[in-house]
DNA sequence: CTAAGCCTTACAGCAACAGGAAGGTCAAGA
DNA sequence: TCTTGACCTTCCTGTTGCTGTAAGGCTTAG
């Protein structure tokens, strides 16, 4: 099949999958007689898999080490285990630096006088000093 | 005071001032006679304001419309309060996004043996075809 | 005189694509 | 047969917010 047919199989965009062959990310597919790619089921088992992996939070560079194993009947379910757990941790971190900065700005947000005034509590904390902390 | 200085005061690296410039956040500063930056007070307080500004989460675009709010003296503080709140939904949604994506790690990472075998939970489920819904 | 430590400009690169230009190909209809 | 539209190809640019590096000039101490 040609590559917009891959690509709604897939869920993912042909700019997409021929950006992931680009960066060597899915091995180049057989071409055409006319040069248009050809794909085969094998090749949308791992676009499909791409996506997925990419809707949960991994990076490219997480998704090449997923693509791997995935493709490796060799593989130990903890090489997995591992990699998933780490994304998890990741996210968590990620999510607590959001929450802090969500507290700061509720604050702020609760702080000004929301009115036709200059003067402005929001303004008067953003320009404080560098504190030395 | 030269610009390695003013990024001490700001806390933002002279890379990072010399970027802003460039994309004409900050208006150029003076020039001594042999070409150097020079800074003063007012500069430095706006430089302040912007550090701050970024890290609790407001993009440059935005950082540019809180500057000027900040340098305006005949600024209402309802517009601040809204750029705030604009940002705090922001910032809220992105935290739920990311909870979500967390749920569905904790739920691989708890599936998944985590031995020495091939057969992986995780595997299957990123393998997954596209769903219909 | 030279070496360190400032300063300047300008260009390349990161992530993960999306958009668009310029052109080749293919199938269907008038 | 010609044309139209929907495909396909490659290549280049832009996004965000910087950081790194190169290549060079200024300044001050030894």
Redesign the pocket.
């Known amino acids: 099949m040609?590559?917009?047919?891959?690509?709604k199989l897939s869920g993912?965009?042909?700019?997409?999958i021929?950006?992931?062959e680009s960066i060597d990310l899915i091995s180049p597919p057989r071409?055409?007689?006319?040069?248009?790619?050809r794909y085969g089921e094998a090749d949308i088992a791992s676009l499909c898999f791409?996506r997925q992996a990419?809707q949960f939070g991994?990076?490219?560079?997480q998704?090449r080490l997923l693509l791997g194993l995935y493709k490796n009947p060799q593989r130990r379910s903890a090489e997995v285990h591992q990699l998933v757990s780490d994304k998890l941790e990741e996210v968590d971190a990620h999510i607590r630096e959001l929450a802090d900065t969500r507290e700061l700005l509720a604050n702020l947000v609760g702080a000004c006088a929301n009115d036709e005034d200059a003067d402005c509590v929001i303004i008067d904390r953003l320009a404080g000093q560098k504190e030395q902390a």
Not at 12 to 16: C, F, G, V
Not at 58 to 61: A, G, R
């Open positions: 040609n590559i917009s047919e891959a690509a993912l965009s042909a700019k997409t021929r950006y992931y071409r055409a007689a006319n040069g248009y790619r791409l990419r991994f990076s490219i560079d998704c």
